[in-house]
């Protein structure tokens, strides 16, 4: 159980993520179903938009360590019901994505993740330009003994 999962809206930047802690470059495909690779899964926007689709986040959870959710700092929509991430066994952190956007809006986006439940930090990041990166790839690292 030393996986990494990520969940969020659709287009919050999941993808581009796990692309940016891969070191991986270009343009993220949209996810269709539930991606595994190596320790990471990836999952569609449409899992957390859609509460039909809970139990399948929920049990797929259940293989993951660290659980990401992710929250878009452009929108000011949250899609997450409070207390959502109290439910996860494994340790639960927030990812403010896109920072580098000029309409981000970083404190509101922390206060959608601050009513989640989290067990962890949350980390403010830009998938683009790299910010926030290397310290989220340390906190991963310790948290899952890897060496990303
Ligand atoms: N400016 C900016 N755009 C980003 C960033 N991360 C992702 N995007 C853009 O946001 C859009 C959605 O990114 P994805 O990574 O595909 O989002 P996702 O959450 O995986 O979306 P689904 O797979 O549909 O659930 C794409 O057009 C990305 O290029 C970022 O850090 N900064
Ligand atoms: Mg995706």
Same mark, same amino acid.
């Given at each position: 159980?030393?996986? &990494?999962?990520?969940?969020?809206?659709?287009? *919050?930047?999941?993808? $581009? &993520?796990?692309?940016?802690? !891969?070191?991986?470059?270009?343009?993220?495909?949209?996810?269709?179903?539930?991606?595994?690779?190596?320790?990471?899964?990836?999952?569609? =926007? +449409?899992?957390? +938009? /859609?509460?039909? @689709?809970?139990?399948?986040? @929920?049990?797929?959870?259940?293989?993951?360590?660290?659980?990401?959710?992710?929250?878009?700092?452009?929108? #000011?929509?949250?899609?997450?019901?409070?207390?959502?991430?109290? *439910?996860?066994? =494994?340790?639960?952190?927030?990812?403010?994505?896109?920072?580098? &956007?000029? !309409? $981000?809006?970083?404190?509101?986006?922390? !206060?959608?993740? /601050?009513?989640? =439940?989290?067990?962890?930090?949350?980390? +403010?990041? $830009? $998938?683009?330009?790299? #910010? =926030?990166? #290397?310290?989220?790839? *340390?906190?991963? /690292? /310790?948290?899952? !003994?890897?060496?990303?």
């Amino acid at each position: 159980m030393k996986k &990494l999962m990520v969940i969020g809206a659709i287009d *919050s930047g999941k993808t $581009s &993520l796990l692309m940016a802690l !891969n070191g991986q470059t270009g343009v993220p495909l949209k996810t269709q179903t539930l991606q595994y690779s190596s320790f990471m899964i990836d999952t569609p =926007g +449409e899992y957390m +938009e /859609n509460p039909r @689709m809970y139990t399948a986040i @929920m049990s797929t959870a259940q293989e993951a360590k660290l659980i990401l959710f992710t929250q878009d700092a452009s929108s #000011e929509k949250s899609i997450f019901p409070p207390g959502f991430a109290r *439910s996860f066994p =494994g340790i639960t952190i927030g990812i403010v994505t896109k920072i580098d &956007l000029t !309409n $981000s809006k970083i404190e509101k986006s922390l !206060n959608i993740l /601050n009513k989640l =439940g989290l067990k962890g930090p949350i980390f +403010e990041v $830009s $998938s683009f330009t790299g #910010e =926030g990166i #290397e310290n989220l790839k *340390s906190y991963i /690292n /310790n948290a899952l !003994n890897k060496s990303l």
